[in-house]
């Protein structure tokens, strides 16, 4: 059976899970969401929760990605080193079972600096092959650790990890600020003030504290959760852009919450950004890899 007759595609993180039946036609049929991310399955339980996708969304082949590949999820698929396009991922995936591969993720070294990812190249050079983005490129991958990504002849050549979204979360659940994190991020004034005074080279640890500062002084008018947002994201995207040319108009790849705070703390930076759904580049690379199956098979 050719993969392309039908198949289901999963993005697997580290606390949910989201699975996708593609028709033969390349279009989503149907879909599941859950939080059975990969640290909620015990060990030797994944062959169970790889059953348990099948049962929802019928008995095709099942191509994996994220951090179900890494050392704490199911089988581990090593790192494949940059400069990396989606054929050398296609060609390094890793067969648990026959019906079963899981894409690998993408490393970068060069002298003390290192990093890796898991999940986001999918959605990246998804994006590449639907033609949505350019060859050459500078990529944000907004989330728990933001990526910025440099995009060159097609293939991942460079890039950096920001722990903004995790950072936040923690300050938002076990923070001295936790009460004034309590409410939604949005991209008004408070926000505003945040990214211009990381933009400008305020110290970030001592401007979050003057969020409850603020409190104990009697301001209630202080936006907390939006001012700590510009003020992560305003410092993450100064690291960002030092990645690409000077000019570059940054791409938003991932959830579109994420993506429009990310677009206006870089309109405040005096870059346009675009904007594209990361669920429709997660299935682009699903799908392109599933045909680089199929013509090597």
């Known amino acids: 059976m050719r ?36 640290l909620s399955v015990r060990s030797g339980g994944f062959g169970a929760a790889v059953a348990e996708i099948r049962e929802r969304l019928g008995d095709k082949p099942l191509l994996l990605a994220g951090m ?19 054929e050398e991922i296609a060609g390094a995936l890793a067969w648990p079972e026959e019906r079963t591969a899981i894409v690998p993720g993408v490393s970068f070294r060069e002298g003390d600096d290192a990093d890796v990812m898991r999940g986001e190249e999918t959605q990246i050079l998804g994006a590449l092959a639907a033609g949505l983005i350019p060859p050459d490129a500078l990529v944000c991958h907004p989330g728990t650790h933001n990526k910025w990504v440099r995009l060159e002849g097609l293939r991942i050549t460079r890039f950096t990890t920001v722990m903004t979204g995790e950072l936040f979360n923690l300050l938002k659940e076990h923070s001295i600020l936790a009460d004034q994190l309590s409410g939604p991020s949005e991209p008004n004034g408070s926000f505003e003030r945040g990214v211009r005074k990381a933009l400008g080279g305020a110290a970030i640890t001592s401007e979050l504290f003057t969020i409850r500062a603020k409190f104990a002084l009697g301001d209630s008018t ?18 960002g852009l030092a990645l690409g040319e000077p000019e570059a108009r940054p791409i938003l790849i991932g959830r579109p919450d994420l993506t429009r705070l990310y677009a206006a703390a870089l309109k405040i930076a005096g870059r346009e950004a675009t904007e594209l759904d990361g669920e429709e580049a997660f299935l682009a690379g699903a799908r392109r890899i599933v045909e680089l199956i199929d013509e090597r098979s």
């Open 3 to 38: 993969w392309a007759e039908g198949f289901i595609a999963a993005d697997w993180g580290t606390t949910n899970r989201r699975a996708y039946l593609i028709g033969a036609d390349g279009r989503c049929a149907e879909e599941m969401e859950d939080a059975k991310g990969v």
């Open 68 to 86: 179900v590949g890494s050392n704490r999820g199911w089988v581990e698929a090593p790192y494949v080193p940059c400069p990396a396009g989606i």
């Open 222 to 239: 202080a936006d907390g959760s939006s001012y700590a947002s510009g003020l992560l994201i305003g410092a993450d995207i100064g690291a």
